[in-house]
T-cell receptor, first 111, second 113 residues
Framework: GIQVEQSPPDLILQEGANSTLRCNFS?????LQWFHQNPWGQLINLFY???GTKQNGRLSATTVATERYSLLYISSSQTTDSGVYFC?????????????FGQGTILTVHP | KAGVTQTPRYLIKTRGQQVTLSCSPI?????VSWYQQTPGQGLQFLFE???????NKGNFPGRFSGRQFSNSRSEMNVSTLELGDSALYLC????????????FGAGTRLSVL
């Protein structure tokens, strides 16, 4: 099945700094999603982005499907951005409803 | 529109018992997927149901089972609980066809003592 790798595993920033999180995937995808896991465990949807670029406030994401990677950009980080960020992909075909997750990036933003 | 609802939020069981978790999808969604999250293994796919049929299954033992009802609500059952089953169980709903964005519930945290 598809493999998903995220980097870096940990990221520590000062408030106001910018950051880039990377997600590499091993096969073509028909679904790629970025999530932020809140302290209570819920996965919050950030982007659905199997290809192209999207922006939502201070967050943006780019997926280059032909090169099998996606980037999540966080600008002017805030302490509330802290948490775990996951990238997850689905390769289509018979992998109905199955998202394969990366191991996550733990982001800590200090005031 | 209400989001994905999982009940209960917390459960404490002892080894050997069985447990049933419930997931109500977003209205109109016909697909429900279940995931297990542990510190050691991360987020792993358990199974997916669409229109009351299991369409896909992950690599978990037969002690893990599920079903989906005609209103798209889903349950998962774990029998003969083991200590290693302690985890956060997440369910996600999606349309099941076409644009398959998955939306997650808040999860059920299961502790097996």
């Amino acid at each position: 099945g598809i493999q998903v790798e995220q980097s870096p595993p940990d990221l520590i920033l000062q408030e106001g700094a910018n950051s880039t999180l990377r997600c590499n995937f091993s096969d073509s995808v028909n679904n790629l999603q970025w999530f932020h896991q809140n302290p209570w465990g819920q996965l919050i949807n950030l982007f659905y982005i199997p290809s192209g670029t999207k922006q939502n406030g201070r967050l943006s994401a780019t997926t280059v499907a032909t090169e099998r990677y996606s980037l999540l950009y966080i600008s002017s980080s805030q302490t509330t951005d802290s948490g775990v960020y996951f990238c997850a992909a689905n390769a289509g075909g018979t992998s109905y409803g199955k998202l394969t997750f990366g191991q996550g990036t733990i982001l800590t933003v200090h005031p | 529109k209400a989001g994905v609802t999982q009940t209960p939020r917390y459960l404490i069981k002892t080894r050997g018992q069985q447990v049933t978790l419930s997931c109500s999808p977003i209205s109109g969604h016909r697909s429900v997927s279940w995931y297990q999250q542990t510190p050691g293994q991360g987020l792993q796919f358990l199974f997916e149901y669409f229109s009351e049929t299991q369409r896909n299954k992950g690599n978990f033992p037969g002690r893990f089972s599920g079903r989906q009802f005609s209103n798209s609500r889903s349950e998962m059952n774990v029998s003969t609980l083991e200590l290693g089953d302690s985890a956060l169980y997440l369910c996600a709903s999606s349309a099941g066809q076409g644009l398959n964005i998955q939306y997650f519930g808040a999860g059920t945290r299961l502790s097996v003592l």
